[in-house]
C-alpha cells in the first residue's frame, strides 16, 4: 500500500492502459480521478475533458484537483493511434494525432505543475511506446509523436528535478488495448494479424494493460524517489534484443 495517501490523475483513465493504471493506484492505496472523453467504470471516479482543448484541460484538472484534496502524481496517458507510412496521413491527420499524443500532454502537465509543485511526492509519468526508439513499419505519424513525448519527457525532467518534481515514462510495446483490438478486427485475417504482432517481440505475445501500468505504478511510486528522466520499456525485450531465429 505504497500509494496510501497520495492523490492522483490519470489521463485516459476510461480503457486499456489507463484503466488498468487507475485500478492498480487505487489498489495500492491511491485516491484516483480519471480524465477521459468518456466516463470510467464504477467506481472510478472521472472528469471528462478534452485534451485538445487547454479550456476544457483546465476546468478539469481544478475539478479533480477539488475532489482529490490536491495533486501527487500525474499519468499522462491519453493518446491515439495512427497508421500508414509518411505519404499516407494527410496534414489534419497528422495535426490531430500531435494535438492529442503531444500537445495534450503539454496542456495537461501545464494545469497540474502548480498543484504537483505543493506535493512532498510529485512525480509525472507519461505513456511513450517503442515507436519513440524503433522504426515500425506504417506507423510514420504515431512514431514521430511518441518519438516527440520521449524528447518531453527527458527535457521536463531536467526542467522540473530541482522543484522535486520526477519526470519519467513508460514505453510499452505492442499491447493488447482496444486500439490494437480494433486494428485486429478491420484486418483480412485477425487471428494471422495478431500472431504477426506476437512474434515480433522476443517474449512472443503482447504486452498486457496490467504489465504496463505495474511500470507506472513504479515510477510513480514513493518508493523510486531517486529515479527521473528515465524511460522504462515494458515491451517483451523488443526495443534490446536480438534473437536468432528458432532451430526447425
Known sequence: ???TGIRALVTGGASGIGLATAQVLTGRGATVVCLDVNDPPEPLYGVRA???DDASVRSAVARAVEHLGGLDVLVNNAGIGAQGTVEDNDDDEWRNAFEVNVFGMVRISRAALPHL???EHAAIVNTCSIAATAGLPSRALYSATKGAVLSLTMAMAADHVREGIRVTCVNPGTADTPWIGRLLAAAGDPEAERAALAARQPSGRLVSAEEVAAAIAYLASPLASATTGTALAVDGGMD???LRPEKS
Request: proline share 0%; glycine share 8%; hydrophobic share 35%.
Open 1 to 3: 500500500m505504497e500509494f
Open 50 to 52: 478534452d485534451v485538445r
Open 117 to 119: 509543485r505543493r506535493s
Open 240 to 242: 534490446g534484443l536480438r
